[in-house]
């Protein structure tokens, strides 16, 4: 078939059948002729089309005897030898609203088939009755649910949510309680009032877990989207596509779990109603009234009442799936990443800021390289390259080279005053009195402090 001849016959059949059937003919045709043109195998033209190599080739023999209208669904424009007559779906009309309008379908259809012979489904007598408006459609039956289990150990599910509310007196503004609760037991691990619950918040507060209990197996939260991706709404949750929550989870080899209602967290949930109807009034008995405050309060007194009265035994309490935290890079880890690649001038551009990248010992430039910005929790950022850290800066983008040096002279007068006590107290002298040889090992020290540590190099 020409080319010419094959547009005008592509044309006509689009004027004979639907957009959608053109389109799938259209791309039969084209990998049909692909194959004809030693492109592509029989075998591959039949894999793209998800065919079978028999299949294939009858469908390559309709083309050559009927040519593009051979490619078309043989059954399309006929009519189904299973259709019912349209005389008969006047019939089964007009007797439901003569004769048995104030009858349920079920009993309709059986006196359609005692009383007047005729042999149709249930479902398509419903069906009919529905479309045409005599018989309101029934909600779909409620499908049966269990209560799910507890887990059996202590670590085994983690769930995090948080809850708005009024919880200050006196303040109109609506706060977020995050709050970090053990499935096994209800015990709560961590509770703090922010002003949002986002990114930030939440890996504050898995950060502080996992520092006081350790590394925990699966974590149970909602669709929020600093969770997870969602594509559509309404569809399930990417769970390739990670959000930076969901990437510092992997990192620690937590698997995450999304709830798709309310109800699949109902455990979480309820707790939440407990929260509401009791810490208000207790701070409001406590004359607290902002949030750092009320979040001290949590701290050091309250999370400890409320586990002592609401926590329940685990079923193996004498087990814990907790492992201890053995990382050292939390801080990395818990914070924002943002890929960059590094400049002619050993600078990277962030957020509007100019972040410049000293030299480093082990590399004369950085320039070209990809490396990782990480915006921490604290809101200080740091310039990542592997498992190298070169460059740490301020929020405003000030390197924090200043501020090292005096945490390094701090550390030094920590460990002059861990010499000088024991022996003040021993001698009985004060510390002018003390011996010059000390105040050498203060200079030598302070000179010390000056030299970079491996790892304050990387």
Known sequence: MSGKRAVVENRRMTRLYRKAAVERAMKRQEIILRAYAKKISWIEAAEILGYSARHLRRLREKYEEYGFEGLFDGRMGKVSPRRIAVEVV??????????????????????????????????????LLQESGLVAK????????????????????????????????????????????????????????????????????????????????????????HFWTTPKAGEPVDKQALTQFGRALRELGIR???????????????????????????????????????????????????????????????????????????????????ERTVNRDNTVSYKGMILQIEKQSWRGSMEGCQVTVHRHLD?????????????????????????????????????????EMPLMRKCGKSKNDFPHSLNRLEKSQSRLSHIPTASAAI
């Open 379 to 419: 809101d200080t950022i740091s310039i990542g390259f592997g498992p190298h850290e070169i460059g740490r800066f301020a929020p405003d983008g000030q390197t924090l080279k200043k501020q090292k040096m005096k945490i390094a002279k701090e550390k030094a007068e920590k460990v002059k005053k861990a010499v």
């Open 256 to 338: 995450m779990i999304a709830a798709y209602s309310p109800q699949a967290r109902g455990r979480s949930e309820r707790s939440f109603r407990t929260w509401q109807g009791r810490l208000p009034q207790e701070l409001r008995l406590k004359g607290i009234t902002t949030v750092e405050e009320a979040n001290r309060f949590l701290k050091q007194s309250y999370i400890g009442e409320f586990n002592r009265r609401f926590t329940v035994s685990a079923s193996e309490p004498e087990v814990s799936a907790f492992v201890p935290c053995t990382r050292d890079d939390l801080d990395r880890v818990f914070s924002i990443h943002t």
């Open 138 to 225: 029934k909600r779909p039956r409620k499908k049966h649910r269990k209560r799910r289990e507890r887990k059996a150990v202590r670590g085994m599910m983690l769930h995090i949510d948080g809850s708005e509310h009024r919880w200050l007196a006196g303040d109109g503004r609506r706060y977020d309680l995050i709050v970090v609760m053990d499935d096994a037991t209800s015990e709560i691990y961590y509770a703090q009032l922010v002003d949002e619950e986002s990114t930030a918040t939440c890996m504050a507060a898995i950060r502080e877990v996992i520092e006081k209990q350790g590394v925990f197996c699966t974590l149970y939260s909602d669709r929020g989207s």
């Open 90 to 127: 006047e019939e089964v009309l007009r007797l439901y609203r003569e004769q048995y309008y104030d009858f349920n379908v079920r009993h309709f259809h059986e006196k359609l088939e005692e009383e007047h012979s005729m042999t149709i489904s249930y479902t398509w007598v419903r069906n």
